[in-house]
């Protein structure tokens, strides 16, 4: 093959990855510009805030990534209702969607896109009718949360669902999924994968969470985009803070020998940002101190819906490490 034309071939190759990038980056922009659209329309006509909307979109897209079995996480709302409260329970027809006869039988479902039929097809019709069900509560805060426990029927997911409306009021959607290293790599630090290892202090336990060894005052930085959920003293973790991300995880921080200025409960956090320091705080009564090497213990910790447990950070604190080497 003659030198321009692998001149040419090249180019074209280099153009088609570039654009093909591009692209993989824009569709999920143009769905997330596509949700808050949905949310703020919504929101218009049901007085239901499009933040607390989205919280809730998100608080179903949690749950959905970590079920067992398949289930299309990218569809453009995830929340959805079963088909026969949908219809109602005494309808023969579990695919109905005529408002009237579906109302008729004790459904649920309503038309949200004016089309005159409550498609559970569409994302529209799904996201009014659960806004709708918030909104019987009638207007104001107090009332969504209320709401909200009239839906969940459970603390914590009326919780969650604040602080991710919270975090997409206050934070653009593209940097809610960044990640940062706990403590800066120019540090000295050493870990290992310590998850699920036997503590004995306080009886018997495990391990949940990775400890990352450093010296006293090294910065301990946010893994991530969150509210400040929890902050204060515990006998086991001493000085420590726990962030809830808007996927449901929450990160926590323990043994530290201090917070930041300006770090209190229920702000936003970024990514490498300093939130306290490394420090030797814990196993024992307020201010306890020095009972063992200085050290970060990092946990982290999912919520199913049900309840909420301990996975093994360690995975991920090598990946955060390895982009912040190249960046």
Known sequence: MPLWSRIISCFFIVFFILSQSICAQAKPRAQMQERKALYLKTALLTDVPW??????????????????????????????????????????????EDPKTIALFGGVGKDGNGDGRASLQSPEDRLYTFAEQIAQAGPGEENNRIGLWNIYKRGKAVDLIEDFAQLFE?????????????????YNYDY???????????????????????????????????????????????????????HGNYHYFAHLNGYAPGIHHNIITKPGQVIGYVGSSGYGPKGTMGKFP???????????????????????LRIWERQANTH
């Open 170 to 186: 206050n934070a653009k959607p593209a940097d809610l999924d960044q990640h940062a290293f706990p403590v800066p790599i120019n």
């Open 192 to 246: 290992a994968s310590t998850w699920g290892a036997k503590r004995g202090w306080g009886g018997n336990r495990i391990h949940e969470g990775t400890d990352i060894f450093a010296d006293y005052g090294t910065p301990v930085r946010a893994t991530a985009y969150g509210i400040i959920e929890l902050i204060g003293w515990n006998k086991y973790g001493g000085w420590r803070i726990g962030i809830r991300d808007l």
């Open 51 to 96: 933040n607390v909307l989205a919280g809730c979109d998100q608080y179903a897209r949690n749950i959905n990534a970590l079920k067992a079995e398949k289930t299309n996480n990218k569809q453009l709302i995830s929340i959805t209702f079963k088909k026969r409260v949908w219809a109602g329970p005494l309808n023969p027809d579990l695919n109905d």
């Open 294 to 316: 200085p050290h970060l213990h990092y946990g982290l910790y999912r919520d199913n819906g049900h309840a909420e447990y301990s996975v093994d950070p360690y995975p991920l």
